[in-house]
């Protein structure tokens, strides 16, 4: 998974593959947004041939800070903004909820900003095995 990672942050440790930018303190979401990378909006547009023909019913999905095309979606496909899409989440924070790491992955084409929202307990337990699971929320998939 670490060659799929385009920029990302964690939250006191370095992730396993030892990628990122450490930060001391969970973020709120524009903050994390802006230290994971993923402070760029997605823009809609026309899909063409070779020959400058426009292909109906699709889409581009462009990266507004360096033009990339993330992928090529359908007319009917609703974009949702990395703002939009983790803004909600800042009114958990501080309840028991906080940012570990958050990032972009597959070249901008997944963004994520995992919620983590404490433990719960595991359906089963085994003799040395935790019983507590981490719980985790949010993904937004853009292309």
Known sequence: ??????SMFSVREKPWHGLG?????????AE?????????????????????????????????????????????????????AFSFTDELLGKGVR?????SLQEGGYTVLPLYGGYRKKGVVYSGVNPWERVYLQENRVG
């Open 32 to 84: 994390a947004l802006k230290l994971a990378g993923l402070d760029w909006t997605v823009v809609q547009e026309p899909v063409y041939t070779d020959n400058q023909e426009l292909i109906k019913g699709y889409k581009a999905n462009v990266r507004s800070s360096d033009r990339k095309v993330l992928g090529v979606v359908s007319d009917r496909y609703k974009v949702v903004q990395n703002t939009d």
């Open 1 to 6: 998974m670490a060659h799929m990672i385009e």
């Open 99 to 103: 940012y570990e790491t958050a990032g």
């Open 21 to 29: 930018m450490i930060v001391m303190e969970a973020p709120a979401s």
